[in-house]
C-alpha cells in the first residue's frame, strides 16, 4: 500500500526541539546513558507529558498539529489520543478544529464494558491519531489498528517526536499507514549542538546510537 506524504515544517521543528530541550522533556546525555526499561542504554530520554505544564509550548504544539491536519487530511472527521500522553494533545486540537475526540487504551478495560476507546467513534469515521512520542512504533501502531478494528479509518498517526527508528518507518510502511511528528531526532541534534548542550565530538555517537541502539555504549 502507498503511504500518503505528510508536509512538514522546518521552522516549528526547530522551535519545538528547542522547547522540548528547555524544559527538560528531551534531555541529551551522551557521557553518562540513561537506561531504558527494556534495558537498552540511550544518550536520550524524552518524557514529553512536561509539555502539559507549559501552556505557550502546549500551544505551540497543538497549533502544529492542526497545520499538519488542515494542510494533509482536511476531511478528518475524529481526533484520537494514543494513552496516556496523547490524550491531551488530541483534546486541544480537537477543540480547534471543533472535531470529536476519542482516546484508545493500551489495552482493553478489565471490568464494565470492558472498552479498548473510550468516546464515540463510528463506522467509516477518518481518523487521525495524536502520540506524544513514536519509538519503534508499535504502541502507536496498535492504536491505529484499533481505530481500523472499530470500523474507522485511521488517516494517519501524528506525534510530537520521534527517535527516527528505522524499525519505526518499516513498521508503519507495512501497515501502510503514514506517520509524522513535528519534531525528531535529527533537527534536536541540530539544535542541541548550536545551543551548546552537546559538543561537536559527542555528534557522531549520538548519531550512530539512532543507527544500532542496541550496541550503544557497548
Not at 43 to 67: H, K
Request: with cysteine; aromatic share 8%; proline share 4%.
Amino acid at each position: 500500500m502507498t503511504t500518503k506524504t505528510i508536509q512538514s515544517n522546518a521552522e516549528l521543528a526547530e522551535q519545538i526541539a528547542s522547547a522540548l530541550l528547555r524544559i527538560k522533556a528531551v534531555a541529551l546525555r551522551p557521557q553518562q546513558p540513561f537506561t531504558w526499561t527494556s534495558g537498552l542504554k540511550s544518550p536520550i530520554y524524552c518524557d514529553n507529558r512536561l509539555t502539559i505544564s507549559y501552556p505557550e509550548i502546549r500551544e505551540l504544539i497543538a497549533d502544529g498539529f492542526v497545520s499538519v491536519i488542515r494542510a494533509n487530511f482536511p476531511d478528518t472527521e475524529v481526533i484520537a489520543g494514543a494513552a496516556t500522553g496523547g490524550i491531551p494533545h488530541a483534546a486541544w486540537v480537537a477543540q480547534k478544529l471543533n472535531l470529536p475526540m476519542v482516546y484508545v487504551r493500551d489495552k482493553a478495560k478489565g471490568h464494565g464494558k470492558e472498552n479498548l476507546i473510550e468516546g464515540t467513534i463510528h463506522a467509516g469515521q477518518k481518523t487521525v491519531v495524536i502520540e506524544d512520542l513514536i519509538s519503534t512504533g508499535g504502541s502507536s501502531l496498535k492504536v491505529a489498528q484499533a481505530v481500523n478494528s472499530a470500523g474507522a479509518q485511521a488517516l494517519c498517526v501524528l506525534g510530537i517526536f520521534s527517535y527516527q527508528f528505522e524499525t519505526a518507518a518499516s513498521a508503519f510502511g507495512e501497515a501502510g499507514i503514514p506517520f509524522e511528528t513535528l519534531t525528531n531526532y535529527t533537527v534536536l541534534l541540530d539544535v542541541a549542538l548550536k545551543q551548546g548542550s552537546i559538543q561537536q565530538q559527542d555528534l557522531t555517537a549520538l548519531q550512530a546510537w539512532r543507527i544500532n541502539p542496541s550496541e550503544y555504549g557497548k
